[in-house]
């Protein structure tokens, strides 16, 4: 008989170990999928705080909030036959308290302990509160989970008007999706352009006009200073850097801020937290058999190298890819480069890559009518990130790019905003 190497020895011991995943969204579930699929035979249980089936999060601000069918079918993260034929129990409308580290024992709020040998912490991220008097108003709605999006499409229903505080994706994707239903809508947004923070300037722009055309009233540099409710709407004070001031009414107030990585119980538990729980390469936190995935996770190493979190579908899918391959006892996968999608009106969005602080972007027009795409660069001339409106070659060729080494600086900008330029040849040059 063959005797078996330490490595598989490791393997093998973590196929029967009990795993625990805290956090039913894409994150979560997206690892106890890939610790079946890689073989693991021990248990998995996936707690959820949320009451109910698990949704995908992106159609929240979108078809979500459209639909008048109160089927949610259609949205669901998995079939309910998934979980019995994958034997991965889900405990939904179950909070956990604490976590101790020593015992690999965790506490519910019904006051229940559970064993774990690996634990996963796929918590996600919370909104930000609004820092203005009235702020904390609960007439005030946020979106992230689906209880949130049940509540804002029923008011959605009363509104007539609606003021959006914030003009980052999210906030677009609801300001279209009211427009969509017919609703007055405007946008406040404190930074001198829309999506300030995650795309470059011309893209800004390009949003900027897309939501003017359909009617939406934009406010950039506008600085919300307070916000009451009477009896019949809701009122915004906003100012200017002008220390211009003035009200705005509205039959809902919707905020969209950002988010804060919902780390209390790493916190509690000992874990190394920064903004988000910090983690090595493979998603592995300061404590032993502790991992963190998703928006809450912070990788010291990687595509940010520990600088910026990242919250998208596809760092929650790549980073449960890479611990479940890790508590498995395999060689994990390398960082990808993080890509980006959103949809407003008819325009579809895909981007890859990070748009640098400092950047300088070229434009290129598509194929056909309405495709364009803005391609960064950094200062030192090495392209940064694509951003493709309706023009899915962009997107592709762009995501390529950025994915393959490009040491000698081959693609340039004067190369992307020659029109003659075939970016199908480009992939074969990289």
């Known amino acids: 008989m063959t005797a078996s190497t330490p490595s598989q020895l490791s393997q093998q011991a973590s196929q029967h170990e009990d795993i625990i995943i805290i956090g039913a969204s894409h994150a979560g579930i997206a690892c106890a999928e890939r610790l079946r699929k890689l073989g693991h035979e021990g248990s998995i249980r996936v707690i959820d705080r949320l009451k109910g089936w698990p949704l995908e999060r992106p159609p929240l601000s979108k078809a979500f909030l459209k639909t008048d069918n109160d089927d949610e079918t259609p949205f669901s993260l998995r079939a309910e036959s998934w979980f019995a034929d994958n034997q991965i129990t889900l405990m939904d409308g179950v909070t956990v308290t604490r976590i101790a580290p020593h015992d690999h024992q965790l506490t519910l709020d019904n006051g229940d302990t559970l064993n774990w040998h690996q634990l996963v912490l796929a918590t996600g991220a ?3 509160p609004l820092p203005v008097p009235g702020g904390d108003n609960k007439t005030i709605m946020m979106l992230r989970h689906p209880d949130d999006a049940r509540a804002l499409r029923a008011k959605l229903n009363d509104a007539k008007h609606v003021i959006i505080i914030g003009g980052g994706y999210i906030g677009l ?6 427009r969509t239903l017919g609703k007055e809508v405007s946008v406040i947004e404190a930074a001198d352009r829309l999506l300030a923070r995650v795309a470059s300037a011309e893209a800004s722009a390009y949003f900027q006009a897309l939501h003017q055309a359909n009617g939406v009233v934009i406010h950039t540099q506008a600085q ?12 915004v004070l906003i100012g200017d850097n002008k220390s211009n001031t003035k009200i705005m009414d509205a039959g809902l107030v919707i905020a969209g801020i950002g988010v804060i990585p919902d780390m209390e119980l790493a916190t509690k538990a000992g874990l190394a937290t920064a903004n988000g729980v910090m983690t090595d390469a493979c998603y592995r936190s300061s404590v032993a058999d502790i991992y963190a995935i998703g928006d809450v ?7 940010t190298n520990g600088t910026i979190r990242l919250e998208s579908v596809h760092h929650a899918q790549m980073s449960a890819d890479i611990a479940a ?4 006892g395999q060689a994990a996968d390398a960082h990808e480069t993080p890509w980006f999608w959103s949809e407003q009106y008819d325009v579809r969005l895909q981007s890859a890559g990070l748009v640098p602080t400092d950047h300088d972007t070229v434009q290129r027009q598509g194929r056909r009518d309405g495709q364009v795409s803005f391609w960064s660069f950094s200062e030192d ?4 990130a694509v951003e493709a409106l309706n023009d ?3 997107y592709m060729v762009g995501r390529h790019l950025l994915s393959s080494p490009d040491p000698d600086h081959m693609i340039t900008k004067a190369l992307i905003a020659d029109p ?11």
């Not at 001339?381 to 940064?384: I, R, S, T």
Request: aromatic share 4%; glycine share 8%; hydrophobic share 40%.
């Open 297 to 303: 996770a912070l990788p010291a190493h990687g595509y």
């Open 173 to 178: 994707e609801v300001a279209a999706s009211a």
């Open 381 to 384: 001339g090495k392209l940064a």
């Open 224 to 235: 919300v200073n307070g916000i009451t409710e009477t009896e019949n709407s809701m009122q």
């Open 126 to 128: 919370y909104p930000r």
């Open 392 to 394: 899915g070659q962009a």
């Open 325 to 328: 391959q890790t508590m498995m």
């Open 420 to 430: 003659a330029t075939d970016l199908k040849a480009l992939m074969k040059r990289s």
